[in-house]
């Protein structure tokens, strides 16, 4: 399968509007590549899509990557998103999408998501006709395509609970489904693991990283403290659901045994990774870990 990042940032993308710390006033002043909230888009065969998360951003990413644009005068190649999570980064696409004419997509979220979205009226009509959205069973393999042939009936898919809660507006409820991780599999057993959202690594998540070909983790923070250090917001990225990257039990130090291609997204605009000099984006490095960018492509 062809995977594209589309956008490799946290909510808000860097530069935020509203900031103006080092990360995003660097990436405002053009001396580091700005990113759009995180997705990413993968393809069997590069003609027909399936989006990983659906960002506000998603109009814009679609105009920086041609095989994503209309090819006839109404239409569109992709077929579906499958969501991780109802946070407003993750979904909030499909309120730009709402155009979408006869064309139907074909919508992926646990049971608890597809219930926060179906209550508010930017979304509830992807719950609709032409549109379907399905539940992922969690941790059982389900079909992309709710049995259509839009990506090619070949990808294997499997949606898995990920320790999280439901987002601030919904009082960040703990319950399984608020937050998962997709295994996409080829025929062949080349495995995409998309995780960028998780709170802790628990059994299910470290299993699957010793089995994934390719990993994307969750790369919000690099520690714990830095948005209170940064005096950007009094919150920790714990509370926010992300396990810190850096953190001595944090994720690099849980990833020792991985040896195959993992790469961090979902980056906060806050992280120190960001700036290719800092001492933590060294320290990915000498981890054999790499970072996301907009426009990164790769083949699993
Ligand atoms: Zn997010
Ligand atoms: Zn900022």
């Not at 919904?170 to 080349?190: F, K, L, T, W």
Request: aromatic share 6%.
């Amino acid at each position: 399968m062809i995977v594209r990042v589309l956008g490799s940032a946290a909510g808000g993308g860097v530069p935020q509007w509203n900031c103006a710390c080092a990360n995003c006033a660097a990436a405002r002043e053009g001396h580091r590549p700005r990113r759009t909230q995180s997705s990413l888009a993968l393809s069997p065969d590069g003609a027909r899509w399936l989006l990983l998360n659906c960002s506000p951003d998603v109009a814009a990413q679609i105009e920086a990557f041609a095989p994503l644009q209309p090819r006839r005068s109404r239409g569109t190649p992709i077929g579906g998103m499958l969501l991780t999570d109802a946070n407003v980064d993750h979904l909030g696409g499909l309120a730009a999408l709402r155009q979408h004419g006869e064309h139907g997509f074909i919508v992926r979220s646990s049971g608890v998501v597809r219930a926060l979205a179906a209550v508010q009226p930017a979304f509830a009509a992807f719950t609709r006709a032409p549109h379907r959205w399905l539940e992922a069973p969690l941790g059982a393999p389900c079909d992309p395509e709710g049995g259509e042939d839009l990506v090619g009936n070949r990808l294997r898919v499997r949606a898995f609970p990920v320790p999280g809660t439901t987002p601030g507006y919904d009082g960040r409820r703990s319950a399984s489904g608020a937050v998962v991780a997709y295994e996409i599999a080829e025929p062949n057993g080349a495995t995409l693991l998309f995780a960028p959202v998780f709170a802790e690594i628990d059994a299910t998540l470290a299993s699957a990283l010793q089995s994934a070909s390719v990993a994307f983790l969750d790369g919000s923070f690099y520690s714990d403290d830095e948005l209170v250090a940064q005096g950007l917001a009094d919150k920790r990225a714990r509370s926010l659901g992300h396990l810190p990257v850096g953190d001595w039990r944090g994720t690099l130090a849980r990833l020792r045994s991985r040896s195959r291609r993992t790469i961090f997204t979902h980056l906060n605009n806050s992280n120190p990774m960001l700036d290719p000099n800092s001492s933590a984006a060294a320290h990915v490095r000498e981890a054999g870990v790499e970072i996301a960018y907009d426009g990164m492509e790769l083949t699993v």
